[in-house]
């Protein structure tokens, strides 16, 4: 009579111990990155690990804004502000009417007779943020704002088309939202009773079809350009500093920034 030996389980194939690894090591994780479970209407179970916060924080940031266009105007000469340099290497250009550096490296216009004087850079850049701190100073001449002036943003390669931002005096104070085509100015948006200090830094963000205004960081408006506005405007990428009726608003610094 013949004794069987029981059969003894054989010892798990390399695929098995790889599940069997595998799942040991995802309950680790699971239990691991649980991160919080809330109650209520309904619970809400968030599972975290440290690898997937690493990739977010490298990965799905805001990018960081990048300046690409900078001047305090330290580095112009005395003298007529077209074809001077900015920091950045841009070199100004003057659209209309007349802009001055003073001896003070700050730049106005000189214009003896009302009227715009306005200059601008090219900056390869459609959705951009300007900002530009100006003077402000009374003026004593018959015909001139003593505060009327701003940034000029998307000028077309002739600078016959472009957009305006305006500080003025009218009104306790008055920003103006306005484009200009072939010398037709419109008003898009404004809004009064803003404030007139002697000094302002105004920011001005062209987004997408929305552009923002503030002054000394609170928010003064948000205009949508129409889908006209925005093929005629959008596309241009000069952008620079203007002023109307005013020979005594001083600009001392202005940066373009891309965002």
């Keep these: 009579m013949s004794h069987q030996h029981p059969t003894l389980p054989k010892p798990p194939t390399r695929s098995v111990t790889a599940v069997h690894t595998a ?3 995802l309950v680790a994780v699971v239990f691991i990155g649980l991160a919080t479970l ?103 001449l018959p015909g ?5 002036a701003g940034v000029m943003l998307h000028a077309s390669p ?18 103006q939202l306005t484009k200009t085509i072939n010398g037709t100015r419109t008003l898009l948006a404004d809004k009064t009773g803003i404030g007139r200090p002697n000094t302002t830094t105004m920011k001005v963000v062209s987004y997408n079809q929305t552009i923002t205004i503030w002054m000394d ?21 000069r952008h620079g500093i203007i002023t109307d009726k005013d020979n005594l608003t001083y600009y001392t610094h202005f940066t373009v920034t891309q965002i």
């Design 23 to 25: 799942l040991t090591t």
């Design 38 to 140: 809330t109650t209520g209407s309904a619970a809400t179970l968030t599972i975290r690990t440290a690898t997937l916060d690493t990739y977010t924080h490298q990965h799905v940031q805001h990018p960081t804004p990048t300046p690409i266009a900078v001047t305090t105007f330290s580095e112009t000469r005395w003298g007529l502000l077209n074809g001077e340099p900015l920091q950045t290497g841009q070199r100004w250009r003057t659209d209309q009417g007349t802009l001055t550096v003073d001896l003070s490296k700050q730049v106005s216009s000189t214009r003896l007779l009302p009227g715009i004087s306005r200059a601008s850079i090219e900056t390869n850049q459609t959705n951009i943020e300007i900002t530009t701190h100006m003077l402000f100073h009374r003026s004593l």
């Design 144 to 148: 001139y704002q003593p505060r009327d």
């Design 158 to 175: 002739n600078a016959n088309n472009y957009l305006a931002v305006i500080h003025s005096d009218n009104n306790s104070g008055r920003i």
């Design 217 to 237: 960081n609170t928010h003064i408006l948000t205009h949508h350009l129409n889908n006209t506005d925005t093929n005629l405007f959008k596309p241009n990428t």
